[in-house]
């Protein structure tokens, strides 16, 4: 050990750069983007979040959006290495290692499955398809299996499936309800392997499946018409890629004009958030007020919520993917109202199911909703071939599992 001569300076310690300080980065970034919306965070931030100063961040990156590429590539890489497993012996026991690997995916990077779930919608086309064809690569290693253990499913019914499955182990990130680690990848596995293991999609006579929408009495409104419009708008391009102009274009009116019926932009999406919650109570309370039972009534909350999402589906993507958009007050106001319809479901499912534990049946409501939602974004049901059915035989199946 040397010692500084008496009156001289002890010399100054030299701190390292850790090796891994851009995976460090990127990790952060993926957890605020997730927790606050990619373009609720801003590079500071994630440089406070890893301890350094704001400009230290362009040693690794040139910007924010270069953090959300690496962000996604990190968690489908870290999928598709842990799936990478032999393709030999008994295809039922190779999906269910599957499964078991996911599951566990699932609670480890439960923090960062929002970038699967909405955040990659920011990214610029290249780098989307990029994502998506990684994601299509996943499907693959589990429809491979699934068509061996069940040969009597089209490659329809197989993507379907599987799209399912993937959408119960993503819905663990979409809540932040409290179970043990052990305890939630045992009930996802078990709830994958429950949508595997369903019944083919089979068309159904006219006369049972749901009767087509009504249609719509023409809006006179201007409110009701920015409103609509909007809603419209942040689903397809995502509420940071919308300006008051284009909504003001799509009503027809002037952007100014906007402001003589909403404040601005955050207050249109919170009468949006509103307007979705309401839609919500309003279909889970008719469905309860007609029920003869508790199992009558989980399966008509089921037909209900199945009906919502395919009437509204812009409607309920923007109410699932842009919360954290609201302003302060209106978003806290609207996520009580979420917890408060997830616990219905709880309840009637406890009643349903007396030795099923609270978390456990939180963990399962969760899925089934995610399911639906993800579904009907994804896999493009059609209502006239009675998908919509198969729809809601399978959130009946997650909610049983």
Request: with cysteine; net charge positive; aromatic share 6%.
């Amino acid at each position: 050990m040397s010692v500084a001569a008496a009156g001289e300076p002890a010399p100054t310690e030299v701190r390292k750069r850790p090796k891994n300080r851009k995976s460090q980065l990127a990790l952060a970034a993926a957890e605020m983007f997730c927790e606050r919306g990619y373009h609720g965070v801003s590079l500071d931030e994630i440089a406070t979040a890893v301890g350094i100063s704001g400009p230290a961040i362009y040693r690794h990156f040139p910007n924010k959006y270069a953090m959300l590429v690496d962000a996604t590539r990190q968690l489908v890489e870290t999928v598709l290495t842990a799936t990478g497993l032999p393709d030999d012996g008994d295809p039922e026991q190779r999906l269910d290692r599957l499964l078991a690997v996911l599951a566990r995916l699932a609670v480890d990077h439960r923090r960062v499955a929002g970038l699967y779930q909405w955040e990659w919608r920011y990214l610029e086309p290249e780098h989307r398809e990029e994502f998506l064809a990684r994601l299509s690569t996943l499907a693959a290693r589990l429809a491979g299996p699934l068509r061996e253990v069940r040969p009597e499913l089209t490659a329809r019914d197989t993507y379907a499936l599987v799209r399912a499955a993937l959408s119960v182990f993503g819905s663990l990130g979409t809540h932040r309800a409290s179970i043990a680690r052990g305890r939630a990848e045992a009930v996802l596995r078990r709830v994958a392997w429950a949508v595997l293991r369903d019944e083919p999609a089979t068309p159904v006579s006219p006369d049972s499946a749901y009767p087509p929408p009504e249609p719509t009495m023409g809006v006179t409104a201007r409110r009701e018409i920015l409103l609509t419009e909007s809603i419209k708008l942040f689903h397809r391009h995502g509420y940071h890629a919308v300006g008051v102009e284009d909504i003001g274009r799509a009503a027809g009116i002037n952007a100014s004009s906007v402001y003589r019926y909403f404040p601005g932009k955050a207050d249109i999406l919170a009468a949006a958030f509103y307007r979705a919650s309401e839609r919500v109570t309003e279909s889970t309370t008719a469905a309860l007020a007609g029920a003869t039972g508790d199992e009558d009534a989980l399966r008509r909350m089921a037909e209900s919520y199945v009906e919502l999402t395919f009437e509204r589906s812009a409607l309920v993507s923007v109410y699932l993917a842009e919360n954290n958009n609201l302003p302060r007050a209106d978003r806290h106001e609207l996520r009580k109202m979420q917890r408060l319809h997830v616990e219905e479901w709880v309840r009637l499912l406890g009643r349903l199911r007396p030795g099923l534990a609270v978390p456990e049946a939180r963990v399962l409501v969760h899925a089934g909703l995610n399911l639906v939602t993800d579904l009907s974004r994804l896999v493009r049901f059609d209502r006239r071939s009675g998908m919509d059915r198969h729809l809601i035989r399978l959130m009946l199946t997650v909610l049983k599992a």
